[in-house]
């Protein structure tokens, strides 16, 4: 059975930095692509970065420039780096992964207020 598990995530404060990972178990293939979701109370789930299994990187918008996504594919682990972090990033953060179905990890909250 496949198996998302994201850690790192915790309260912070403006400015601050936090990294999240998510390590996949239950697999014996290479995903497609990995990425980061996030969701905010009230708000849709939205995409913040992906990656796929070449390096190829793409970011939402509002992350650009102070999250990095990479990844280790033989540890089947992708990560987040989040770097000035502002209270607009305070959201669950879930972890997705692509081989021919959409995996999803269970969601760490990261909290970032002063």
């Known amino acids: 059975q496949v ?27 290479r995903f497609d692509v990995m ?15 992906t990656i796929t299994s070449g390096g190829n990187t ?7 420039g102070r999250f990095t996504i990479s990844r280790d594919n033989a ?8 770097n000035s972090l502002k209270p ?5 953060y879930y972890c997705k992964a692509f081989f021919l179905s959409a995996y999803w990890g269970q969601g760490t909250q990261v909290t970032v207020s002063s």
């Open 3 to 29: 198996q998302l598990v994201e850690s790192g995530g915790g309260l912070v404060q403006p400015g601050g930095s936090l990294k999240l990972s998510c390590a996949a178990s239950g697999i014996n293939f």
């Open 35 to 49: 990425g980061w979701y996030r969701q905010a109370p009230g708000n849709e789930r939205e995409q913040v970065a």
């Open 58 to 64: 793409n970011y939402a918008d509002s992350v650009k």
């Open 75 to 82: 540890k089947n682990t992708v990560y987040l780096e989040m």
């Open 88 to 92: 607009e990033d305070t959201a669950v």
